[in-house]
């Protein structure tokens, strides 16, 4: 299995709304992210997960929430979002979070578009 | 923002002809990689050069890197229609014992017409 899945592929949610995104990887990575993408731009990194741990938060409001269950599972819990939160986010894995070889391509999932009304 | 530059913004070319895009990076790096994002979908790696290296070939795909200009190209020949898409530059500043963080170029439109 070399695939990075994600659920739901879309979400339309309100301000008042408490939702979550889910990753799934069983590849064996031990690092995890999470990405957001706005129309026709480049993704841009929210979290990253090192062994299931919390190691980089890119100034990311409270709004959302990261939690890494285990090593396949990656959540993003999203309450009292922003219309401007609507975008693409992507989900990704990869093998080495820390380790000397250079083999740290990502895997990516189809993502889940988000619509915040 | 340290954010990287892509040139072109967008590329227009038939089949058949070759393609070169530009990136160009602000800050020191352990490696570069190129992705390929079909429209609204999740992106595929492409190839992955590191720092100590000058060019990468894979299949039609050759990458070069220049760390003293801090810029890399990507080239694909013989393009075919399949090859639409955005194609992103990311590179990886992480330094030994940390997690890798990727920061992605602002990518290049490619159509590749019959």
């Known amino acids: 299995d070399t695939e990075v899945t994600q659920t739901p592929k879309h979400l339309v949610m309100g301000m008042t709304n408490k939702k979550s995104l889910k990753c799934e990887q069983h590849?064996?990575?031990?690092?995890m992210y999470w990405y957001k993408q706005k129309a026709k731009k480049p993704p841009e990194l929210m979290f990253v997960?090192?062994?299931?741990?919390?190691?980089i938060n890119e100034s990311v409001p409270s709004r959302f929430s990261p939690e890494c269950p285990n090593s396949s599972l990656l959540n993003l819990h999203l309450h009292a979002l922003q219309p401007e939160d609507s975008a693409l986010y992507l989900c990704?894995?990869?093998?080495?979070?820390?380790?000397?070889?250079?083999?740290?391509?990502?895997?990516f999932g189809p993502g889940t578009r988000l619509t915040v009304l | 923002s340290q954010q990287g530059e892509e040139d072109p913004q967008a590329l227009s070319i038939q089949e058949g002809e070759n393609a070169t895009m530009n990136c160009s990076y602000k800050?020191?790096?352990?490696?570069l990689q190129w992705y390929r994002q079909n429209s609204g979908r999740g992106l595929v790696h492409l190839i992955l050069?590191?720092?100590?290296?000058r060019e990468k070939h894979s299949g039609r795909l050759r990458v070069t890197l220049d760390t003293s200009k801090k810029s890399s190209s990507l080239l694909i020949t013989a393009s075919r229609a399949a090859d639409t898409a955005s194609y992103f530059c990311?590179?990886?500043?992480?330094?030994?014992?940390?997690?890798?963080?990727?920061?992605f170029g602002t990518g290049t439109r490619l159509q590749v017409t019959l």
């Open positions: 990704a894995s990869s093998r080495h979070p820390r380790g000397l070889s250079s083999y740290n391509e990502q895997f």
């Open positions: 590849m064996g990575h031990r690092a």
């Open positions: 997960y090192s062994y299931e741990k919390l190691s």
């Open positions: 800050t020191s790096i352990n490696n």
């Open positions: 050069i590191r720092s100590n290296e």
């Open positions: 990311a590179t990886d500043a992480r330094r030994t014992g940390t997690a890798s963080k990727l920061t």
